[in-house]
Each structure stands twice: as structure tokens, then as C-alpha cells.
């Protein structure tokens, strides 16, 4: 008897089993009845475009550039940001348009570079609060690049980022 309720138990626990695995696949499987464009949050969409580029952000981009006139093979640049926008530490120049927006001006092309960014303070404090960060080459200024901040609900917020820039 001990056996036949063994076996019992293993059969209904592979059933359970198995009923979840489906349940969750068939879950996952659905069509989403949105579009991805539809899904984006509200506040997350009206905020993707960049500002326009102020004549002040064109002087100094061009200064920047016409300041350092030898060709770097490959480079890493790296600079940290507090959330008003100033630079705490790193090499660039960084300009704040708005709430989470930032411009950052290197003093070569980055262009063709590799951006990776993230929420972080500039102190050795505490833990960064949540949020989300965009990089992207900045319009009409190739020594710059677009940093975009975000809550957690995807509203634009002002948040402190680490940012990297490799040119290979």
C-alpha cells in the first residue's frame, strides 16, 4: 500500500506540476492586444525627442572640439553626474536642459562611440534610487551625447548617472 501511495503522490505532484508549466506558457503566449509602440508608458513617450541644440551647446561643442586637435586611436572616457547636473568627477562638459535631460560634450567625435549609462550617485553613501536611464548621440553635435532619466514610473525625473564613452 505504502508503494501505490507513493506513486500516487509523485503522479498528482508531476501533474501540478505540469498543469503550472502549461498554464504559464499559455500565459506567456498570448498576443498582446497592444502594439509595443501602445504599451509605452504615456509620460515615457512625449519625453523621447531631444531639445533642440542651443547656440550656447554649439560654442562650446565647437570649442571642445577645436581645443583637442590630435586623432585618439581608442579611448575610454567616463564621468559621473549629480542629479543638478553638474559634473562630479570625470572629463566633459555637461549641460542640463530640462528635468532628465542632460548633454554631456566630450572634446573628441564620439559619434561612432560605444555609451553605457546608469543611476548612480557621485558619493560613496547609499544605493542609487530606482529609475531608468536612455543614452543616445546627441543631435547635431558630434562630441556629445543625450542622457535621458527616468522614475520608475517613466516619468522624467532628475537622477544622478555614471556614463562611459569607448571609441574603438
Not at 40 to 48: C, H, I
Not at 110 to 121: D, E, L
Not at 130 to 146: H, K
Request: glycine fraction near 8%; hydrophobic fraction near 40%; charged fraction near 10%.
Amino acid at each position: 500500500m505504502s508503494t501505490s501511495f507513493r506513486r500516487k503522490t509523485a503522479a498528482v505532484t508531476f501533474a501540478v506540476l505540469a498543469l503550472t508549466l502549461a498554464g504559464g506558457g499559455i500565459a506567456i503566449a498570448q498576443p498582446s492586444a497592444k502594439t509595443p509602440q501602445e504599451s509605452v508608458q504615456p509620460a515615457a513617450r512625449s519625453t523621447n525627442s531631444q531639445p533642440p541644440v542651443t547656440a550656447e551647446s554649439a560654442r562650446k561643442a565647437k570649442a571642445a572640439l577645436n581645443a583637442k586637435a590630435t586623432t585618439l586611436v581608442a579611448s575610454t572616457t567616463i564621468v559621473v553626474v549629480n542629479a543638478n547636473g553638474t559634473k562630479a568627477r570625470g572629463t566633459g562638459t555637461v549641460i542640463k536642459y530640462g528635468t532628465g535631460q542632460y548633454e554631456v560634450q566630450f572634446a573628441q567625435v564620439v559619434t561612432a562611440g560605444i555609451y553605457v549609462a546608469t543611476i548612480g550617485r557621485a558619493d560613496s553613501c547609499c544605493i542609487p534610487p530606482s529609475g531608468e536611464i536612455s543614452v543616445a548621440p546627441r543631435l547635431s553635435t558630434p562630441n556629445a551625447v543625450f542622457v535621458q532619466t527616468r522614475n520608475s514610473a517613466g516619468a522624467p525625473a532628475d537622477l544622478g548617472f555614471h556614463l562611459v564613452v569607448h571609441l574603438a
